[in-house]
Each structure stands twice: as C-alpha cells, then as structure tokens.
C-alpha cells in the first residue's frame, strides 16, 4: 500500500519553532513557574477504561488528540488548563503528549545524544534551554500524568528514519528511554535535587509512538514489538475506518485522510499540514485580521465536518494531530481547542488518549 504524507522538518533557534518543509513525499509502511498539580492524585500514563456508555446501542464516538513535541512551555500551561477547565464543566477532555527526548536534555550536555546515523549533539529540533527549562518540563509531564493524560513517545531528534535498519531503530528507542528516563543523571542534577528532575512514569506505561516526519518502515514496527509498545500513531488512513491490529499485534491508530473545509480536496488531519497549505509553512496570519479568520474558519470546519460524517455513520474514531507550536498566530491550536469544546460534550462522544482507545478495542469480541 502506498501512502502519502507532509514531510516536516523543524529547527530550534533560541528556543522558538520555525518550520520549513518539501513537497509530499510517499514513504512506505515567556517560560512559566513550575506547574502544580492542586487535589490531583497520581494517575498511570494508560488510564483504566472508563464504561462508554451508548444508550442508542451504537458503539462510542472516540475523539482522540493529541500532541508531538513538548518543547513550549506555554502550550503545557495552555492545553493542561484547557483540560481541566473541561472538566469543571463535566466534560472530560484527555491528550496524548508525544515526548521528543531531546527537550530532556541541556544543549550544553547535547553530545550525551548521539543519534543512529549522526554526530554526537545532532538534533533537528535543538534541545533543552537550561537545567531550570528541564525541571519546569518535567513538572508540565507530571502534571499531565497526575490528571489523566497519557505520554507516548516522538522519539528524539527529529529524524525521517525510513531508510534505517533495525539496529538504527533500536539505537534511537534506546536513546530515547535514556532521555526520558535518566534526567538527572544526563544533566548532571545533584542527588538532592533529582526528585524535581525525575518523571512519573516507568517503561511499561509508554506504549505509543508517533514516529517524527511520520517516517516509518517494516524494521521500525519490529522494534516497536521488541520495546514493549502496543501500538502505533504514524500512518495514515480513510476518515471512517476502525482501528486494526497490523500482523505482529501492533494497533495501529492512522492520521486521517480527510475533506478540507467544504471541498473534497483531502488533507491530513493534523495541524502542519493545514499550515502548509494555508501559508506554505510560513506564518503570515495575524488574529483577528481576514486572513486569520479564514484559516481558522477553514481548520475548524475541517475537524467538525470530519467528526460529523463519523458520529453520523460508523462512528469511527477521529484523530486530530497537534504540535506544541502556535503557527499563524495560535489560529491551528485555536480551531482545535474550539473543536473538542464542541464536540466532547455530545451524547456517546468520548474523547480520550490513544492508550484508551486501544483498551476499549481490546476488550471488544474479535470478528
């Protein structure tokens, strides 16, 4: 099967995002005070499944977003907030959060990173600002764990690693635990001070990835197998198909193909590839101007009329790709926003992480 994505790529210089990118390519296969965590008891990665109740005896209309990255501070703050001020409204929206190791590491201890097929301190995305830009990140991921949301992996640099062998992909899996894994250690944090550096979260509760540039290969889901994950976010697919299980047990959840705005012209549901077709990757739209608005118009429409079509029919999963960056003036982080707020407070609409969708299809009668 051939399938097409938006290649991204993207540079970290003095801590902001830029983008830039080629055509499609076809593969195969200011910072915040430590975040608190008020009257949150600590949660695993892959919350229990919840019962999804349908009382018009069709199956459960799952929204599932999510985010690559992690490196902006500010969109923690924002997307944690926005969850739980959901939840004070009795609306339950969660998030998947795909880590990128490297935002683990100070750029000053880069070289402790070497990638499968670079230099020692090579990284497409950059690294960590400081040691304090470090423990304030950690503290966004405990927070996140603490209230529900799940953490999966974006592995690290920023690499298209469909050209790698198995022993490649084995190298940056392994990179990428000892990131996540070993903070203090890799940034030289003093014994008394490795709480504030340490995660919430053991190897067993990390089991979803999104590989970076959606770059994938049969050797990849190999080692995904090897690892321990359960399943995978990097394809993509039709808009109303149900998740399946590839032939070594791995599930895989697909980006969408889906209509953008009122045309049938198809569009990737995630956030980039809206801002490469809107702005050709370049951020020309200032809120609240003509051009703003029909950015947002066209992404927000996109989402509803995505979810619409599944709500209204088989009700298969929709899946909405984020990053932790605000192109265009925030306008992709907005029109999502704005979409789960009107969308997951509907009847048998549940908008969870990947990790409960892939419990709820586990526990469903095999055909």
């Not at 923690?76 to 990128?100: E, I, P």
């Not at 402790?112 to 497409?124: E, I």
């Not at 321990?228 to 697909?254: C, H, M, Q, R, V």
Request: hydrophobic residues 35%; neutral net charge; aromatic residues 14%.
């Amino acid at each position: 099967m051939k399938l097409i994505w938006l290649k991204f790529g993207c540079l970290l210089l003095l801590g902001l995002l830029a983008a830039g990118c080629g055509p499609l390519v076809k593969k195969e296969s200011p910072p915040a005070d430590l975040p608190s965590s008020p009257n949150h008891p600590t949660a695993s990665s892959s919350p229990v499944t919840e019962n999804f109740v349908t009382p018009s005896g069709k199956k459960p209309q799952f929204v599932v977003l999510a985010f690559d990255g992690s490196h902006s501070l500010d969109m923690w703050q924002k997307t944690l907030d926005f969850s739980q001020q959901m939840s004070a409204q009795g609306t339950k929206v969660k998030f998947t959060y795909f880590l990128s190791g490297v935002y683990f590491l100070n750029y000053r201890k880069a070289h402790r990173y070497v990638p499968p097929d670079g230099q020692p301190g090579h990284s497409l995305i950059g690294f960590a600002d400081s040691n304090k830009d470090v423990e304030k990140r950690v503290a966004f991921v405990n927070r996140a764990i603490a209230e529900g949301h799940e953490i999966g992996s974006h592995l690290n640099g920023h690499f298209d690693g469909t050209h790698w062998s198995q022993q490649q992909w084995q190298v940056e899996f392994n990179a990428f635990n000892n990131l996540v894994f070993s903070i203090p250690q890799n940034n030289d944090v003093s014994a008394k001070d490795a709480a504030r550096y340490t995660l919430n979260l053991t190897a067993k509760q990390l089991v979803g990835l999104r590989a970076p540039e959606l770059g994938s290969n049969p050797a990849m889901f190999k080692v995904l197998k090897e690892q321990g994950y359960t399943y995978d976010t990097s394809l993509n697919g039709k808009a109303n198909a149900w998740p399946e299980k590839l032939d070594n047990g791995i599930w895989e959840f697909p980006l969408a193909q889906i209509n953008y705005a009122t045309t049938t012209k198809k569009i990737l549901s995630m956030d980039y590839n809206f801002y490469y077709k809107q702005s050709n990757a370049k951020d020309v739209a200032v809120k609240g101007t003509p051009v703003w608005n029909a950015f947002y118009n066209d992404t927000y429409n996109s989402y509803l009329n995505y979810f619409s079509a599944n709500y209204n029919a088989n009700r298969a999963p929709v899946y909405i790709g984020s990053h932790f960056s605000e192109w265009n003036d925030g306008v992709y982080w907005e029109a999502m926003r704005d979409f789960a707020a009107e969308v997951c407070g509907k009847p048998e609409v549940y908008c969870v992480t990947f990790g409960e969708l892939e419990q709820y299809m586990e526990s469903q009668p095999v055909n």
